[in-house]
């Protein structure tokens, strides 16, 4: 029978849910496998490493990206085909969900792409593989070539499908782990013009039972042998619902564990009633996509809010939890040199307050309003830095060749070009690191949370 290998990116010290989750799934069909990791916040973008532990994986190979890691990633796999031609390349998450046609037409030895949620889907597309059985057409997001044209399989959007517990037991001394991740819920009901998310999740969200959710954390109390631990809540609408957050809360409180957790908040949806409640349950961590200092980009943007609200919530969150993030975005193509200078003071003014500041550059999200909008005026830069990945000067050439060929795919290395692209960078300059740079490895001064889409 062949060989399974699940790869995932780890960016974070919390270990990768997404692996975990699909580890759930094929063990629940008694499915043989290995699940591996590859360390992207210890390795960084290095295409040899990437190569080598690919090289040394089963013959059916699962694996979850980032739009980030993408090039290179195709790049790696296109000399790991050519070693080995009789591996089953299936790729999923974010980044290729978003260009899934695309890469299966462009790249003829990535055989299978599942857009959405693999977690039942996986399993269901290895049982075929596994049994020669040729059947796709009822495997729902799959991608892929028959008869050298194009399939692609009925998808209703990116639903999360959560299992009771994540397989934890998959990962190699998970004791040592201090970070942990969860979701409690799916789904933003907002609608943010440089976001995606609305348009492939549910607008009513979809919530787990709480009391799943406290028996999840309570599991991994004991993983942690009731040492303290931290958790990260990844909802992206966790505060919407402030009664559902209050009783959380409460249960947490109950259980005393010996944790802190962190969240993503949003403006329009915090009182001080709420924050006083997280805060005594142990929230210490909160951040809030602020994105801008400047109201005109704030109603362009449909944020729902005013940078004056937006000051008043920051400034009361920071009274009750301690770690308060706020974090912009420069570089929309509507954006004028006065609504930076807005977004400037706003920076400045809250850094003053003890807020942890971050500006990151915008990056182009496909399908998202402004995409639509403005994909005709993408270009690469290597001015325009990224929070994320290397500047292209640091990137392997085979890479870059990639990217220029393929802009529809590897979109996210674009930047809009706008009137005022250059003033704005010129200004930008003093408050934004690069975390990779020719000159410099210095770390970003600001911690970056990851993900093509904003948070809250
Ligand atoms: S940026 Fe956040 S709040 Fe806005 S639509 Fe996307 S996920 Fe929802």
């Known amino acids: 029978m062949d060989k399974c290998t699940v790869i995932q990116f780890q960016y974070d010290n919390f270990p990768p849910l997404g692996a975990l989750y699909l580890a759930y799934g094929l063990e629940k069909e008694g499915i043989g496998f290995e699940t591996r990791i590859f360390p992207a916040y210890k ?17 059916i190979l699962a694996i979850g990206c980032y739009s980030d890691f993408l090039p290179y ?36 030895f990535i055989n299978f792409i599942i857009k959405g949620c693999g977690v039942y889907l996986l399993p269901k597309l290895i049982k075929r593989i596994q049994s020669g059985n040729g059947k796709l057409d009822d495997i729902h997001g799959l991608v892929y ?17 959560i299992p009771d517990l994540p397989a934890y037991h998959r990962i190699e001394n998970i004791r040592l782990y201090d970070y942990f991740a969860i979701f409690t819920s799916f789904g933003c009901p907002y609608s943010c013009t440089f976001c995606s998310f609305r348009l492939v999740s549910p607008r009513k969200l979809i919530y787990r039972d709480l009391d799943e959710v406290i028996k999840e954390i ?10 303290k631990f931290y958790l ?14 209050i009783e959380f809360c409460n249960l ?43 109201n005109e980009t704030l109603r362009e943007i449909k944020k729902g809010f005013t940078i004056e609200e937006a000051v008043e919530v920051l400034l009361l969150s920071k009274k009750y939890i301690k770690t ?12 004028k040199p006065l609504d930076f200078y807005y977004t400037k003071m706003a920076y400045l003014y809250l850094q003053a307050k003890g807020i942890n500041v971050q500006l990151h550059p915008l990056n182009p999200v496909k399908n998202s309003e402004i995409y639509l909008k403005y994909k005709k005026d993408l270009f690469q830069s290597k001015e325009v830095p990224s929070s994320y990945w290397p500047t292209f000067d640091l990137m392997p050439k085979t890479c870059v060749k ?29 408050l934004f690191t690069p975390k990779y740079t020719k000159n410099s490895k210095r770390k970003a001064k600001n911690e970056a949370v990851r993900g093509s889409v904003g948070m809250g």
Not at 78 to 89: G, Q, T, Y
Not at 218 to 227: T, Y
Request: charged share 25%.
């Open 252 to 294: 947490l409180r109950l259980e005393m564990l010996n944790m802190s957790w962190d969240c993503y908040g949003r403006i329009n949806d915090m009182d001080e009633e709420l924050l006083e409640v997280m805060s005594k349950s142990g929230c210490r961590k909160i951040y809030y996509g602020i994105e801008s200092g400047s």
């Open 73 to 108: 990633l195709i790049v790696a796999l296109k000399k790991l085909k050519k070693r080995f031609p009789e591996k089953v390349i299936i790729l999923g998450g974010a980044g290729p969900t978003e260009v899934a046609e695309e890469i299966i037409s462009a790249f003829h």
């Open 324 to 335: 308060t993030i706020a974090s912009f975005i420069f570089l929309f193509p509507f954006e």
């Open 232 to 245: 990260h809540i990844y909802d992206e609408a966790f505060v919407v619902n402030k009664k559902r957050v």
């Open 218 to 227: 309570k599991f991994i109390a004991s993983i942690k042998k009731h040492k």
């Open 43 to 59: 390795y960084g973008y290095d295409l040899n490493k990437l190569y080598s532990f690919l090289a040394d994986s089963g013959d």
């Open 402 to 430: 990639l990217i220029k060929t393929y802009p529809e795919i590897f979109y996210y290395y674009y930047c809009y070009n706008f009137e005022h692209l250059h003033k704005i960078l010129n200004s930008a300059d003093s």
């Open 145 to 161: 070539r028959h008869n050298n044209a194009l399939v692609s399989n009925y998808y209703k959007g990116f639903y999360l499908n």
